[in-house]
Nanobody, 123 residues
């Protein structure tokens, strides 16, 4: 099992920046990717950014050029740096960790989720 602990979000003005962090503990050796999803009121949860153990990154089109994701493997911590924030970035942000396929086949859960943290961007 893996436990994900997120940093606290908060309130920021449009154009501002915020950094979220998420640290994994437990069976972290089973993970092959970590990242962030978000869910705005009345909308489906969507992928924001993902980074694999090999460093490959994926971003939602809406955040490309504004958000970056990085990972400190020694601490199994993933950071989401959010710049030039917009009101439409307001959402609950969830840390996400994906189990490698080999470990899934051995019975490990497919993925894990953090508890979520609110990010509010004011105009």
């Amino acid at each position: 099992q893996v436990h994900l602990v997120e940093s606290r979000g908060g309130l920021v003005e449009a154009g501002g920046s915020m950094r979220l962090s998420c640290t994994a503990s437990g069976s972290v050796f089973t993970l092959d990717a970590m990242g962030w999803y978000r869910q705005a009121p009345g909308k489906q949860r969507e992928l924001v950014a993902l980074i694999t153990n090999g460093g490959k990154t994926t971003f939602a089109d809406s955040v490309k050029g504004r958000f970056t994701i990085s990972r400190v493997n020694t601490d199994v911590t993933v950071y989401l740096q959010m710049n030039n924030l917009k009101p439409e970035d307001t959402a609950v942000y969830y840390c996400y960790a994906k189990t490698g396929i080999t470990h899934q086949e051995l019975g490990e859960p497919e993925d894990y989720w953090g508890q979520g943290t609110q990010v509010t961007v004011t105009s």
